[in-house]
């Protein structure tokens, strides 16, 4: 499988930023968006909201279907090897998904929002959390690694 060149994804990135902005009247941030459409954010237009968070798994079919890499699975032989398969694996992808969402509403929003909006407009509490979020990830990652017994 070809990956796209990093220029396309990137050009891609500031569009959906500013379009989002454009057609909401909001900055780009998934979990805000999330929120809107649950009903838990003020004024936050749920329509748009809505239609920005189908775009993203409709892109993301696209992409996949265009890259003749399309396969849809719960979880990949990496997560069964190390939380296993059938209701423990699906155990852990819900608790770490109930993680992401307290994660999120602590950091006041997530990677998309901190890292692609927060830094370029040079929000403080984005400076912090943006190095934060990929800090804790590599280290996350190396732990998971030796744990696993995989290369880091």
Known sequence: MESWPFWVGALALGGIAV????VSGRPLGVS????AVLGRSGGAPRTSSALFL???????????????ALSLSVADA???????????GLFALLVGGTLVGFGTAWAGGCTSGHGLVGVSRLQPGSLVATPAFFGTAVLVSLILSRLVGGAA
């Open 19 to 22: 379009g989002a902005l454009a």
């Open 32 to 35: 805000g968006f999330v929120s």
């Open 54 to 68: 189908v775009g993203i798994v409709l892109g993301g079919l696209l992409a996949a279907t265009s890259s003749g």
């Open 78 to 88: 990496e997560h069964a090897r190390f939380f296993g398969s059938g209701a423990t």
